[in-house]
């Protein structure tokens, strides 16, 4: 049986954890009441009301939220408002690979790097390793979602509906 209070007291220490982890904190409040919610999306109003925030705050949390991909917005025909929830496109992976970010990260270190006189300088070392890691990571995450979906899938076939 769901205990709203501990859902609370986990959304919370939760996005305290994210917060820690310099995402911004009422989004990480946002994101982790729309992921525990038992509707499938919530108006700001809903997101106000759960955790005792001003509209205002509501309005730039979703604002960060869906531009980064990680809720999307529902419009309500002939209504001002919209409801938020968990993207169809498990939110994870539309973060991590959505619009090529790690991509653009490699070609913006390419120009600090021309800036700095090239890899053969300090600080233009450490700017060739960030690069090289970021490439690394771009080329990689395509092939650990992979994995991800094949493990989510077979534990999925293991659910008995």
Known sequence: MRDEDAVRQFVERMSHQMAEWNFPPMAARVLLTVMTAEEDALSAADLSQRLNASSGSISGAVRHLTAI?????????????????????????????????????????????????????????????????????????????????????????????
């Open 69 to 161: 991909g990680m809720i999307h917005r529902e419009p309500v025909p002939g209504s001002r408002r919209d409801f938020y929830g968990i993207s169809d496109d498990t939110w994870w992976e539309a973060t991590l690979t959505k619009g090529n970010r790690l991509q653009l990260v490699v070609e913006a270190i390419e120009e600090g790097l021309e800036a700095l006189g090239g890899p053969e300088t300090r600080p233009g070392r450490t700017l060739a390793e960030m690069r090289d890691f970021m490439a690394f990571c771009h080329e990689e995450i395509p092939l650990l979602l992979d994995k991800w979906r094949a493990r989510r899938d077979a534990s999925l076939g293991d659910v008995v509906p």
